[in-house]
C-alpha cells in the first residue's frame, strides 16, 4: 500500500486513535467511525486514521474481513470542510507514523483487497460515499438515506465521482451529482450502492455471519482474486484471459490450493495458512 509500509503499521497496537474505533476477533478486523458529534464527517486526520486502519488489515495475515460501522445517527456526512481548509481546525494525531501522501480513502480501500462490509445505520453523505463505494458489501437499514448534496453548496463530489461510477452507470452517477437528491435505501438497493438490506435490529448480527463465513474460505485465494479484478480494467480485452490465467496458476501452487484440495480429499475442514 502506497500510503503506509509494512513497517509503519508495527506501531499500530501502540497508536490511540482520536477518531476512530478498532478491534479484531476471530479474523474480523472493525473500524468503527467515532466522532459522532460531527456526524462522522472526516479531518484531514481523521482520514489518515481510517488509511492507516486499512494498511494495517493489508498487511495483517490474520485478518480476512474487514468490517466498517459507525457511531450516532449519521453513518458519514463526509469531509469537514473547515479543517480541509483551515490547518488550524485540524487536531493532528502525533501518534501516527507519517503517511507516504495524502490520504485518499477512495484509493485505500482499493488497495487493501481485502473482503469488506460497510454497515450502514445512518445517513450516508457526500465523501461518505468514497466508504461505500470502497466496501465489498454494504448492508444497510431500511431508514438510511444516501445523498450527494455537494452542488447545493457550490462543490461538486470530484472524488465521489470516481468511487461511484465503478459502481453505478454514469448517467444515475451524474443524475446523484448534478440534482443533490436523496436515495432511501430501496433506491440504493436498485442502484447496486447497497447490496443488502437489513431490519435494523438485525443487521450487526446479519453482517457478523457474512465476515464469519468469507473467513471460512481461502484468504489467499480471495486475496489474489480482487486484486487480479482490480488490475482487470486496466488490462487490454485481448490479454485479459493470458494475465487471468497467470494469476490461477500463481494460485494452484499456493499452499492453500494445496490444502483446500487436501481437505476436499480427506473431507475435513481445510486450515488456511493465507499464502
Given at each position: 500500500?502506497?500510503?503506509?509500509?509494512?513497517?509503519d503499521v508495527q506501531t499500530f497496537e501502540s497508536v490511540k486513535f482520536l477518531?476512530?474505533?478498532t478491534s479484531l476477533s476471530n479474523h474480523i478486523f472493525t473500524i468503527t467511525l467515532s466522532r459522532p458529534e460531527k456526524r462522522n464527517a472526516f479531518t484531514p486526520t481523521m482520514a489518515e486514521e481510517i488509511v492507516f486502519a486499512l494498511a494495517y488489515a493489508h498487511y495483517n495475515s490474520e485478518v480476512r474481513c474487514l468490517i466498517v460501522n459507525a457511531e450516532g445517527p449519521v453513518f458519514c456526512a463526509g469531509a469537514d470542510l473547515i479543517s480541509f481548509h483551515d490547518a488550524a481546525a485540524n487536531i493532528k494525531n502525533p501518534a501516527l507514523?507519517?503517511?507516504r501522501e495524502e490520504a485518499k480513502l477512495g484509493d485505500a480501500f482499493n488497495e487493501v483487497c481485502k473482503p469488506s462490509i460497510a454497515q450502514i445505520e445512518g445517513s450516508v453523505l457526500a465523501g461518505g460515499?468514497?466508504?461505500i463505494c470502497g466496501s465489498t458489501f454494504v448492508f444497510s437499514v431500511i431508514e438510511a438515506s444516501y445523498s450527494l448534496p455537494e452542488v447545493k453548496r457550490g462543490i461538486w463530489p470530484m472524488q465521489v465521482m470516481a468511487s461511484l461510477n465503478q459502481i453505478i452507470s454514469p448517467r444515475k452517477t451524474l443524475e446523484m451529482c448534478i440534482t443533490g437528491k436523496s436515495y432511501d435505501a430501496e433506491e440504493a438497493l436498485q442502484l447496486g450502492l447497497v447490496t443488502?438490506?437489513?431490519?435494523?435490529?438485525?443487521i450487526a448480527e446479519e453482517v457478523q455471519l457474512l465476515a464469519a463465513e468469507i473467513c471460512q474460505n481461502a484468504p489467499y485465494a480471495i486475496q489474489?482474486?480482487?486484486?487480479a479484478f482490480q488490475h482487470l480494467k486496466d488490462t487490454p480485452g485481448n490479454e485479459q484471459h493470458s494475465f487471468l490465467k497467470a494469476q490461477l496458476d500463481q494460485i494452484l501452487r499456493s499452499e492453500d490450493a494445496k490444502e483446500g484440495?487436501?481437505?476436499?480429499?480427506?473431507?475435513?475442514?481445510?486450515n488456511w495458512k493465507g499464502k
Open positions: 500500500m502506497r500510503f503506509y509500509t509494512e513497517e477518531y476512530i474505533k507514523p507519517q503517511i460515499f468514497l466508504i443488502y438490506i437489513a431490519l435494523a435490529g438485525n489474489q482474486g480482487m486484486n484440495m487436501q481437505a476436499f480429499k480427506e473431507k475435513r475442514s481445510p
